[in-house]
Structure formats: structure tokens, C-alpha cells
């Protein structure tokens, strides 16, 4: 995570390699500067989960009082690899500990792996990543008050479980294009990706995955609870995620929560699943999730990189 794509020549005879081409990045950057770490969180049930950290050692008192940016995805078996990006290092670069948690439902650890994450044993996903969470403030990494949380799609859905769950734990927390109502869009075989997803959530129709999704799904669990601040975001026209269903989503909060803390929705209305095209853009939309989480733990925007 601290270092950029960079293409080598390698003699196979020789065993020599020779840097050809490093992916520049602005700002001064030194890759000595930053720490790389591998750390693993004991599960409820003894499994051990890796989390990937990366900070910037001479910003980092690693005292509790770092603030700290979590992601967590844990669906289809992907792999959420511990690779560079350029725009991460505007938070890095505040003295932020930015950490992925490599929870069940991913492929990160194989095939088992993935398998006890999802149908139902999807709550492993969930659960991993408060333990995550609270593996990393008892090592004094952050602190309640200083840990922010990040995910995208299946990973939005991680954010309303764990939002459901334990809202205490976070201090602010930004769900992208979040799939947050389960049961009713697994219910609807109109649309083009339910039947395929079954495989992945199980088919309601059968009462054991009706009743088990049911006591997960975001918009089916919010509470009259106090929440942390809140981003939620969402695009007109993303076909995998409608965006009714994050609107509804923060509807019901808005409607229940307790507390005075922020609650934004955030509908790109020339955007899909994956949000704006075009570099520049993306950028754009990384800026706006940083301020949105300065913002929440009341830091000025100084030292920006991008």
C-alpha cells in the first residue's frame, strides 16, 4: 500500500531486476515515510482475521488517539488486495491510520473462506468486522470517537449491518451505493440480477433465508437508536443497486435515529454502480468522502493531496 505500480526488467539468467518505470505521485512523495503492516483480529469464534495498515510514521503516535479509516467489503469471494492508491494519502497525510479488513465472505484465504460469509453465515461477515474494529482499538490504534468506516455496494451493506449493530462503535461512516434492502429486492425476480444473487444471499422464498436475511437487512433492522454521522451515497442510474433503495434506507433513518449527527444522501444523477467516469471525477468523489469525514471528527482541511 505504500508503494506505486512500477514495471521492472528481470534477466531470468542473471536474476538481476531494474526498475524501468515508477507511477509518479505528486506532493513529495517518499515511500519511506510509510509504514506497511499485516495484523490479524481474534473472531468471536477463535478465527483469525487479517486486516492490512498503512500510516505515515511520522505522524502516527499510535496512543488511541490516531483518527483511522476502515474498509471492509467480504462478498462473491473477491479479494480486496493491500494495493497502492495515489488518493488514500490525502487522509494518510493528515495522520490517519488507514486499515482493510479482510473479513469472511472474501477470497482472501481461500475458498473456505468465502463460504463462511455468505448464505447463513453471512453475520460472519458483519461480526469480523466489529471485531476488526475492536481488535484495532484496544491496540490503541484509534479510539471510538476516531474511527471512521468505509464501504461500497455489498460493502454498503456491511456498513447498515454493522451501523444496526453496533452503532456506538463508530464516530462516522460512508456506505456507497449500499445494497441495504435485502429481502425485498431478493424477493422480486423481475429484476435482471436477483435470480443470480440467490446463490450468493439465498432465495427468500424459502422461509429459513427469508427470516435469516431479514434479521440482517439494513432497512429492516434501523432503530430508535442514536447513530454516527452518516454518508450515504448513490447513482440514478446504477443498475445493480437501484437507488431507491439507499433513499429508502436513509428515510427510515431519518425517521427513527435519536441523535443530532449528520445524515447526508448524496444521488449522482449522471452516474452507475461504479460512480462518475473519468479521473478527474473520481477524484472528486474521493475529495468529497474526506471532507464528509473531517468534517465529522472536526478536522480543518490542511496539508490536501488532492
Known sequence: MRTPPSVYDYDMDSGVSVLKKIKPVLGGFDASNYVTERKWAAAADGTQIPMSVLYRKDLVKLDGSDPMLLYGYGSYKICIDPTFR???LSLVDRGFIY?????????EMGRKWYEDGKLLKKKNTFT????CAEHLIKNKYCSKEK???NGRSAGGLLMGAVLNMRPDLFKAAVAGVPFVDVVTTMLDPTIPLTTAEWEEWGDPRKEEYYY??????PVDNVAAQEYPNILVTSGLNDPRVMYSEPAKYVAKLR???TDGNLLLFKCELG???FSKSGRFEKLQEDAFTYAFILKALGMTPKMASL
Not at 486499515?99 to 477470497?107: D, K, L, P, T, W
Not at 469480523?128 to 471485531?131: A, Y
Not at 435469516?212 to 437487512?217: D, E, I, Q
Request: with cysteine.
Open 86 to 88: 495515489g488518493s488514500r
Open 99 to 107: 486499515v482493510i479488513a479482510h473479513i469472511r465472505g472474501g477470497g
Open 128 to 131: 469480523d468486522f466489529i471485531d
Open 147 to 149: 474511527l471512521c468506516i
Open 212 to 217: 435469516y436475511m431479514k434479521s440482517y437487512s
Open 255 to 257: 425517521d427513527l435515529k
Open 271 to 273: 452516474a452507475g454502480h
